[in-house]
């Protein structure tokens, strides 16, 4: 709730069950991840044994390149399904809202254009 809010501001009470229930049918999710997780550590630490191999860039690259491979296929299958399941949430949790969740999505995104401008040195 606390991380939704901070997009939309304050949620009423239908955004608020949306969330719950949307946070209760995500499964093995966490699970999954935690060992996706787990396999890029370990395939780090494989890597960092051999830090003095002429391979040891391209072996740091590669991890950092292809981390969904390097996670699983689980987890890779996991994230699919997640980032429509959360484009959905975001999508209920909007159509569910009032034109101010929708004002405060609009500052949040123009406060992160900003600050992205910021750091890449562009101009307004």
């Not at 996706?36 to 830090?51: H, K």
């Not at 191999?53 to 996670?71: K, M």
């Amino acid at each position: 709730m606390e991380r939704i809010e901070n997009w939309l501001g304050p949620l009423n009470n239908r955004q608020q069950r949306i969330a719950r229930e949307w946070s209760e049918n995500r499964g093995r999710q966490t699970e999954i991840w935690l060992e996706g997780r787990r396999n890029w550590q370990l395939a780090l630490l494989d890597a960092l044994e051999e830090r003095d191999s002429p391979e040891f860039g391209e072996r740091i690259r590669y991890l950092l390149v292809n981390s969904e491979e390097v996670r699983g296929e689980a987890h890779k299958e996991m994230m699919a399904e997640s980032r429509k399941a959360m484009a959905d949430l975001m999508y209920e949790l909007i159509e569910a809202g009032a034109p101010s969740h929708l004002a405060h999505l609009e500052e949040r995104a123009a406060e992160l254009r900003g600050d992205f401008r910021a750091l890449t040195c562009a101009s307004a």
